[in-house]
């Protein structure tokens, strides 16, 4: 049984401290255990101008640049809305896509840009792309995401980056949990018309009661993953070697035979709610010691001498030297 609300990242390599290419088995990483829904072959499927990813159920326009310029997010959602009134290739359901469904395209194994290898895709832009999700902690921006080397991070709504259209509502990722829409100040608005993620909550809803306390774990019955309840394994900072040393010396003396690793970081996105912030965590979870930032798994393909991390104080995705002591360790397994 495959799990739900996460993909697989891609990441098919495992790389050392230095960044140096080593043999997966025994190593930790993310390419060692590849969680999450696998990509199916092909992923993708070309219907003259659009673009069907099957792990997915999304379609995309073919050409990343349809707009040509930057945009502010306004105009960006503007510029899709118009798309609809012209019946572009077609269609007039296109959506400027909500973080996770833009964050899906992206391979974690590639760059310049970050997607799968042999994608049908033209004009892509080795930059940052908006989606239509507002930053929860600071509504005058937007979350945007990087085709160059996968980075997401948000931006004040006022600036300008690329736009890419989706439709359809898809079958596997999950929604984002964002509920309200937002002007480009930042204050609240009724969601109608705006093309923004909450006015559609694309994606696949969340259960009701979602986190399950079982003992000194938590189990999420929406991706099927087992949390350590104490989010900070080490408590302190710590560098990646560590984080994964750590999570294996857990690992060998859990009496329960829990099968702990590091999370990929698709499994750490996962856990965010894009209502929320300062943590960027469903309301009512039952974690302890949340911290700012956590390791994954995953190497940055872009200098594999870093490694991939979530920012869970906002939700934003970023990397950290390898060898620094920058973030915490969670661990997780599976059920």
């Not at 993620?197 to 099927?224: C, H, M, N, Y």
């Not at 302890?288 to 798994?297: D, F, G, N």
């Amino acid at each position: 049984m495959f799990p739900t609300g996460y993909i697989q990242t891609g990441q098919v390599t495992c790389h050392d401290e230095s960044g140096q290419e080593i043999p997966c088995q025994g190593s930790a990483q993310d390419a060692a255990f590849a969680k999450g829904i696998p990509w199916p072959s092909p992923r993708f499927v070309l219907d003259k101008n659009t673009v069907l990813d099957r792990l997915t159920g999304l379609i995309w326009t073919q050409d990343a640049n349809l707009a040509e310029f930057p945009l502010t997010w306004l105009e960006a959602l503007e510029w899709v809305r118009h798309m609809n009134g012209e019946h572009v290739l077609g269609f007039s359901d296109w959506r400027l896509p909500n973080r996770r469904e833009l964050r899906s395209l992206v391979s974690h194994q590639t760059r310049r840009p970050a997607l799968p290898t042999g994608h049908p895709f033209v004009n892509v832009f080795q930059g940052w792309y908006w989606t239509s999700t507002t930053a929860a902690i600071a509504p005058n921006h937007a979350w945007y995401v990087s085709m160059d080397g996968a980075r997401m991070f948000y931006g004040g709504k006022d600036q300008s980056f690329m736009v890419w259209p989706v439709r359809g509502m898809g079958t596997t990722l999950p929604a984002t949990g964002q509920k309200q829409c937002y002007d480009a100040h930042g204050t609240v608005i009724p969601c109608m018309r705006t093309g923004q993620d909450a006015k559609f909550q694309a994606g696949v809803p969340w259960p009701d009661s979602r986190f399950l306390l079982d003992a000194e774990s938590i189990i999420d019955q929406f991706t099927g993953l087992r949390w350590l309840r104490n989010a900070d394994l080490t408590g302190c900072a710590v560098s990646w070697p560590d984080a994964l040393a750590a999570v294996k010396s857990l690992q060998h003396a859990a009496p329960d035979g829990i099968a702990w690793r590091l999370p990929n970081i698709n499994e750490l996105e996962s856990l965010v709610d894009c209502a929320n912030h300062s943590p960027a965590l469903p309301l009512g979870h039952v974690f302890t010691s949340i911290s700012e930032a956590y390791w994954s798994s995953t190497t940055s393909m872009f200098e594999p001498d870093w490694a991939w991390a979530l920012y869970l104080d906002k939700g934003a995705i970023g990397v950290g030297q390898k060898s620094g002591r920058h973030f915490r360790a969670w661990p997780v397994a599976d059920l």
